[in-house]
């Protein structure tokens, strides 16, 4: 990658950014944060158009490049990422009847500093949504494998090419930029400083139960490939604190990529497959971390947690929803506020409630996700090898 070869590092890079927005957030006046709130909307704009540029370069591609092993490897990708986050929030769902009926948990939410507005709207409306960047990327994929288009997929193999330079030239320079601004905006906003305290406690439950459910994908992964899954999970940093930073799977894809592509036992066109497909449908982070804080909420709230048979409900149609949820930031509790208020009975309190402390860990909720993903990379890896599916030549250095 271009940034270690030239000397700094990107974990250090992203470290410092997180560090120096932080202290510019605590001293810089209002007229100052106005400039940081609009100069990070404009990126985020940036970085949010190339996000389904970047998850149909790569997943389309990748399918055409799998032959005839596309649509078996698809629905196994689908049933592994929809089995992870289906297990995680059980377990969050038991920790969470063991321990939340006893943890002093604070219900205020208020003494926010509120964030200027931008100066100037600088919209970069995407060219198609996520979600519908995915579905376009698997149908156009499998169909062209299914007609044997070859004049489709030669174009689909150049696409990916472009939107390497775009990832390689835009998308990870300005990364370090956009952490340094979102982290200036919590520290100015007082949400790292009086938000936080708050629900301290229930966060390190959450990141407790993150790390946990890392242990086992990891674990179980190796078991199952035969491989070291270490040589996997020592190259996820940057894509880890490039998450707690974006607090978005998609918007970390390009880092992600690049971690996992310098892993030995990782197939590279299960890399290329496996990465963005799971950025958007692999959310065992966010989900466990949602499950849990509902059980907060209504415990501080309402008095009592849901019955054993709601939550069981609820978690097996959150995994549904997570699989369509966007990799934005708050994706997943977005796209399951129906589940909230229709299968938990929440009202406006609760949700309002529960929206806020949920963007308070969304960030390590993220970083879960991006780093299980290559978990779940090495389990397809193992997949293909058991069952003698040919590893297609895919060269793709950043």
């Not at 500093?113 to 579905?135: K, T």
């Not at 390497?164 to 990364?175: F, S, W």
């Not at 406006?348 to 996700?369: E, K, R, Y």
Request: net charge neutral; with cysteine.
């Amino acid at each position: 990658m271009t940034a270690e070869k030239k000397g700094m590092s990107l974990p250090l890079k992203l470290l410092i950014g997180i560090v120096i927005g932080i202290v510019l957030g605590l001293f810089l006046p209002e007229q100052a944060m106005t400039i940081v709130v609009t100069l990070k909307y404009v990126l985020n704009q940036l970085i949010m158009f190339c996000v389904p540029l970047i998850v149909i370069g790569f997943i389309a591609p990748s399918i055409t490049k799998m032959g005839s092993n596309a649509t078996r490897m698809l629905g196994v990708a689908i049933i592994i990422a929809y089995t992870s986050t289906v297990l995680a929030t059980a377990m969050s769902m038991v920790a969470g009847y063991i321990l939340v009926p006893h943890l002093p948990i604070a219900s205020t939410m208020e003494g926010l500093r509120e964030l200027p507005a931008v100066a100037f709207q600088l919209d970069i409306p995407q060219i198609m949504p996520v979600m519908s960047a995915l579905v376009f990327s698997v149908l156009i994929g499998l169909s062209a494998v299914w007609t044997q288009a070859k004049i489709v997929t030669t174009v689909l193999q150049e696409f990916q090419n472009i939107v390497l330079a775009i990832v390689k030239r835009v998308v990870i320079p300005i990364l370090p930029f956009f952490i340094t601004l979102t982290f200036c905006g919590l520290s100015y906003d007082g949400t790292i400083t009086k938000q936080l305290p708050a629900f301290l406690l229930a966060i390190v439950i959450v990141m407790a139960g993150h790390y946990i459910w890392l242990a086992v994908l990891y674990g179980v992964a190796g078991a199952y490939s035969g491989h070291n899954a270490m040589d996997v999970l020592k190259h996820y940093g940057p894509a880890y604190l490039t998450a707690v930073g974006t607090m978005s799977s998609a918007a970390t894809l390009a880092v992600a990529l690049d971690g996992a592509r310098k892993s030995k036992v990782l197939r590279s066109d299960m890399v290329e497959f496996g990465i963005p497909l799971f950025a958007n449908i692999h959310l065992c982070g966010s989900a466990l971390t949602e499950t849990f804080f509902v059980m907060i909420v209504s415990q501080v709230l309402y008095g009592h947690l849901p019955n054993v048979g709601t939550m069981v409900l609820f978690i097996l149609l959150l995994g549904i929803f997570a699989i369509g949820a966007p990799g934005v930031p708050g994706g997943t509790v977005m796209a399951s506020l129906g589940l909230i208020t229709g299968i938990l009975g929440f009202d406006g309190d609760g949700t309002a409630l529960m929206l806020a402390i949920f963007a308070l860990q969304d960030s390590f909720g993220t970083a879960c996700n991006v780093t299980g993903d290559g978990a779940l990379t090495l389990m397809l890896t193992g997949y293909a090898e058991k069952h003698g599916i040919a590893q297609q030549n895919i060269s793709l250095d950043l």
